[in-house]
Nanobody, 124 residues
């Protein structure tokens, strides 16, 4: 099993900001892209952001472009998601996850392993 340590979720008002953190096991972190997917109650899981090994390539869902920024710290085997201008529709459980590598330093947009998640709640 791959373990993830996720934190940073909280309850905030619309327009607020949060920073999610995730530390993964080294063997998984160094061989996979890292990212986040979210799931709101009654809705399908949705990939939010992914970063390639080395951090040169990133991908964002259209719903969060311009508001969320994914980054990483290789020394800490950690990935972060800075979330600004949060909206009520961002309310979900956010799961840190690994994503398979793809050609040209890209990442497959389907998670392979994931953590238990951290809850983000955005009120009006």
């Amino acid at each position: 099993q791959v373990q993830f340590s996720e934190s940073g979720g909280d309850s905030v008002q619309g327009g607020g900001s949060l920073r999610l953190s995730c530390a993964a096991e080294s063997f998984a972190y160094k061989s996979h892209c890292m990212g986040w997917f979210r799931q709101a109650p009654g809705q399908a899981r949705e990939v939010v952001a992914v970063i390639s090994i080395g951090g040169k390539t990133t991908w964002y869902d259209d719903s969060v472009k311009g508001r969320f920024t994914i980054s990483q710290d290789n020394a800490k085997n950690s990935v972060y998601l800075q979330m600004n201008n949060l909206k009520p529709e961002d309310t979900a459980m956010y799961h840190c996850a690994t994503f398979p590598r793809a050609p040209d330093d890209h990442c497959a947009l389907k998670w392979s392993n994931w953590g238990q998640g951290t809850q983000v709640t955005v009120s009006v």
